[in-house]
T-cell receptor, first 113, second 114 residues
């Protein structure tokens, strides 16, 4: 059974810092992995999607890496801003047929001005 | 593109009533829709998967008679919480996808049962 874990659960950094969020999964036979952002009381916004054959994806100040063999992914946020404050969720898709996503518990990020 | 609209965004009702939540894909045909439940400061837990025109597939531990899911068209799925009780209070989020594409999420519904 696939399990997804995110560390740390919460993180507080001053504005401008670069930071790394971690995600690990127990079953390396994944189809793809996604990073989402969730603002309080809101739905999910997809940030980056990495296919199992890819090593990383970049969008603006965000870079996500995937090491399938070790069951790890990281989300790197460069030059953090207060507007980056949110909960970041990692989700693994084991099957393209079902499309089911298994989510980690999330990392709640606070960027202080 | 790929917008999913969820309604209502918040609902407060008395214990014992039934509550219906709608999930609509506005600009794509959602062949599959998913319903999730999220407890405070917890992750999303998949409740059920529904394919248009078929019965929903429920995850282990989810009562199908309690959480009725209907996916009658390619743009609309509904979740009805029957005879709701305070323990059903939660944040419910739907998503839709077409074919093998990634899921697109609604903004969620905050359900509070008094």
């Amino acid at each position: 059974k696939q399990e997804v874990t995110q560390i740390p659960a919460a993180l507080s950094v001053p504005e401008g810092e670069n930071l790394v969020l971690n995600c690990s999964f127990t079953d390396s036979a994944i189809y793809n992995l996604q990073w989402f952002r969730q603002d309080p009381g809101k739905g999910l916004t997809s940030l980056l999607l990495i296919q199992s054959s890819q090593r990383e994806q970049t969008s603006g100040r965000l870079n996500a890496s995937l090491d399938k063999s070790s069951g790890r992914s990281t989300l790197y946020i460069a030059a953090s801003q207060p507007g980056d404050s949110a909960t970041y969720l990692c989700a693994v898709n084991n099957s393209s047929n079902t499309g089911k996503l298994i989510f980690g518990q999330g990392t709640t990020l606070q960027v202080k001005p | 593109g790929a917008v999913v609209s969820q309604h209502p965004s918040r609902v407060i009702c008395k214990s014992g009533t039934s509550v219906k939540i709608e999930c609509r894909s506005l600009d794509f045909q959602a062949t599959t829709m998913f319903w999730y439940r999220q407890f405070p400061k917890k992750s999303l837990m998949l409740m059920a998967t529904s394919n248009e025109g078929s019965k929903a597939t429920y995850e282990q531990g989810v009562e199908k008679d309690k959480f009725l899911i209907n996916h009658a068209s390619l743009t609309l799925s509904t979740l009805t919480v029957t005879s709701a009780h305070p323990e059903d209070s939660s944040f419910y989020i739907c998503s839709g996808r077409t074919g093998g594409q990634p899921q697109h999420f609604g903004d969620g519904t905050r359900l509070s049962i008094l």
